[in-house]
């Protein structure tokens, strides 16, 4: 129980922090400006549902894909963990990442009538780095708890981005631009040290006679 317990802790960090609702709040507010209360409530409550839809499936056939194109674990944990390092140096610099979406993306979506599934929901929210995170999360369960936590974690993940971008408004009023990037810079400084133990435990698996040494 107890390993459960700190495996779902530190797969909430990670996700929680990859994910980080609270730098798509500009472009969230952005996209969705001129709409009503009613239909902003429900444009997040369509990302949460594509950011736990798109994390569980991951999560689920991670395995599969490797098999499928022949890719170790160990390579996957090496190459996701430098992919979400990138990511955690941009958030660090409070840069956008473009990992996350391309201004182009934004533009087409500004014409899109449901931005919650693109581009909030993916690839804002449940990007490359997320989907890699779930996939690597999911290759550390060593026990069915262990799957049942990850999947508990990821719809909690999806429940704070709804409550995050539905109260976005009074959120981004209350940080303000600084607040945000503070917020982004330690969610990013916590994913760099996530990123580094995947491609720590990746050459682990590579290399065994490493690890033993």
């Not at 533009?107 to 931005?115: C, K, L, P």
């Not at 709804?162 to 940080?175: C, K, P």
């Amino acid at each position: 129980m107890t390993s459960t317990l700190t495996y779902a802790l530190g797969a909430f960090t990670s996700l929680f922090a990859i994910v980080d609702p609270f730098a798509a709040l500009p472009v969230f507010l952005a996209l969705t400006g001129h709409e009503s209360a009613a239909r902003r409530s429900e444009i997040s409550k369509r990302a949460a549902v594509t950011v736990f839809t798109v994390l569980a499936v991951f999560a689920t056939g991670g395995q599969l894909l490797f098999r499928f194109f022949g890719i170790s674990v160990a390579g996957f944990k090496i190459a996701g963990g430098i992919l979400l390092l990138g990511v955690a140096l941009d958030m660090m610099g409070a840069k956008h990442s473009a990992t996350k979406t391309t201004p182009g993306e934004e533009e087409e979506a500004a014409a899109r009538t449901d931005v919650g599934l693109v581009p909030v929901g993916i690839p804002l929210l449940s990007g490359p780095g997320a989907i890699a995170s779930a996939m690597l999360l999911s290759s550390r369960a060593d026990s069915y708890a262990d799957k049942g936590a990850l999947y508990a974690v990821i719809a909690l993940v999806a429940l704070v981005c709804f409550v995050v971008l539905r109260s976005a408004t009074a959120i981004g009023r209350f940080l303000g631009t600084t607040g945000m990037n503070v917020i982004n810079r330690v969610m990013g400084l916590i994913l760099a040290a996530v990123a580094v133990e995947f491609v720590l435990d990746g050459v682990k698996l590579a290399l065994p006679g490493l690890a033993r040494a």
